[in-house]
């Protein structure tokens, strides 16, 4: 077996630079708060991009709240509508959202005739399939923005099923449809092609929501208000914002923004290989994968000899829970677990801790968890290297020193 | 989080009377020794079923040799030649395998006319999906052979890549063809159908050999001699012996021995639960799920106080390696990294072991394969349980008393 603890520390030294509001690859950014950008969001978030907004959280302000608050909330939009930027309430009162391709008739979801229909709210991991990108770079450069591990939120969506408003206008949907293409009204950026995704048609009609509420407040516009198509389970960029149309088809879209972007390879390749992405050779991003992130202490950070509590919080796409979060301070070679909170839904996130007496020097600290199907992450993240840094669940590393 | 330690602590002692020889629900087999119902096969062997013999191999036996001898090797026929009850080569000198289906011509493969073709050897894990069933039984009965862990071995199969053997004839396969329907010329049992898997083309272009030898000789008849058709990476029911017709096809058969026998369900079910298999809503035994099993001590030995050995087999499909696998002492509080022999081929199996100082009283050990991808053992093996108890891969735990 090859030790993988040089390369990792190589690694877990390199992503000092990712946990710190210092990113040297994006100095662009650097010149803008994220809350002179976005109307109400908090000035301590990391902006990445200013436009469209692309902005991170740090790792320490996930800590302290179970439901991550709007103001906190990362911001990651390919496109925008003007007059998105902030959190507050949409200000399009009239929205309705079409629907059509193989149904039984076309029709109109108007937002404000949904007052007499059943409304769900779900807790669940809202995360960028981009976040975490900047690790996979230590092992060869992706495209996109170099999101560190801050493009992750918990909150609670509310809505209404799409199924029940099917019901409700009396639309059926035809046996040959595999797939339902979403669309948002924002702007295309000039040469792009407008944002699209193909969503398997089953897992919509189980579980998907036309939300209008997050957090119990209506959905702010910078975050796709009024209407947002919304999965649980399933990474933020098929959660789609300013939902403005609702196609049933039979096969997969082959939208710009489909294939070849938000994809990953179906097998591993090696790092640096490029790849030519279609709809039979790559998976769309959809499930979240098994992941703990490590928000306290942060990488690079200075402790004080004693017992310090390491925590975190823990994620998989909901359908079984999260069986352990295992700890290790010695490269992998023991692994210790972690305290575990109680659930509070399948698709949220649970919160780990474990108190450990460190002694004056340099520490490694990994966690990784697991689930009750036998998913974890990678003890190398970068097996699942792909052009686009998608979907980076590789084991957490951090180092701190400690005096 | 529950705690699954008193769950863990039943199952860990009803496996006690699984690997020993005392099968208490399979009295009919025991009169009868493996060594006089297959002739060269190791008396030590335990006796499931007498015909279509189904014999299994005492974990202990497994410990000394990386590749299994024949005469240890388990035995698991669902139907049985009339001249095959030995681990000699089969007499049947003239063989030849039939090709048909969506191809460009029909064709004869005669072995003993592929002296020119060059030749391929595998090793590789051969594990019958049913391996370990009798754990699943402990959540809800299944049904099928009780199994114990010894469904399984390691060997090295030779022959000729089919993909050259078909180029040498000639022979193109149409690009509509999704699997190869895998006959062998096994007699059915009265009223069975007879034994036929449809395998993914693919898969079997890139990798299947026409076995004819097993660890360097001839193919013993017990084992599908003359002829087998081994993937390697995959279950052993997969592995169609006595291979006599190769025919390529669009889609899936629907013969009884695809569906509904060796499938399991697509997403996990309630232990206990009926299931109507189909090709739809299951998937056949393919890919070897990552599994470690502790080969010494066994489970209910008695041991020394002091430092002893824990000795074990890991294994997955073949896609990446394994990485780790982590023993537990205190029922998955704290976990240890075993040592792991380097790997000998990429689909068999590597061999673990760990030095760990014992006190009186009663241990329970527990171990966990991981492999690179971040595929794992679940640590309740009854999440993936199903009606048929196939697959079976939960973490190993066993329990030992130590004076």
Known sequence: MPDPSS??????????????????????????????????????????????????TPLKLLTEHQLT?????????????????????????????????????????ALNSLGSLPRTEYEMVLQCSGNGRSLFS?????SGTQWGRGGMG??????????????????????????????????????KEDFL???????????????????????????????????????????????????FVAEESTNYNHVPRYRVPNSPIRPGTKYDFTLQNSAYNWDLKVKSVILNPNHGDALKAGENTIQGVAFNDGRVSISSVLLSFDKGQTWTRAELSQPESQYGWIRFSLKKKLSRGTHTIWSRAIDELGRTQPLDGSIAWNPRGYEWNGVEQIKVTVS
Chains 1, 2 share one sequence.
Not at 138 to 142: E, I, K, L, S, V
């Open 138 to 142: 230590f092992a060869a450069q992706t």
């Open 197 to 247: 995704h193909s969503l398997p048609v089953e897992d919509v009609l189980n579980r998907s929501i036309i939300a209008t509420t997050l957090n119990g407040k209506p959905l702010a516009a910078i975050h796709g208000g009024p209407a947002r198509l919304i999965t649980p389970g399933v990474f933020g960029t098929m959660q789609v914002k300013w939902l403005s149309e609702l196609i």
């Open 69 to 109: 608050p709007a103001e906190l909330l990362f911001v990651r939009n390919n496109s925008q509508p003007k007059d998105a930027a902030t959190i507050s309430a949409s200000t399009h009162r009239q929205w309705a959202i079409s629907v059509g391709g193989a149904v039984s008739k076309t029709a109109r979801i």
């Open 7 to 56: 390369r990792r520390t190589f690694l877990a030294a390199s992503a000092a630079a990712v946990s710190t509001a210092a990113f040297p690859w994006n100095t662009a950014a650097a010149e803008d708060s994220a809350a002179e950008l976005i109307s109400g969001k908090d000035e301590r978030l990391i902006v990445l991009k200013p436009y469209p907004a692309v902005i991170e």
């Open 154 to 191: 918990n909150v609670k969506f509310g809505g209404v099923r799409l199924s029940a408003v099917l019901d409700h206008l009396g639309v059926e949907v035809r046996k040959s449809v595999r797939f339902v293409n979403a669309g948002g009204s924002d702007e295309p950026l000039p040469d």
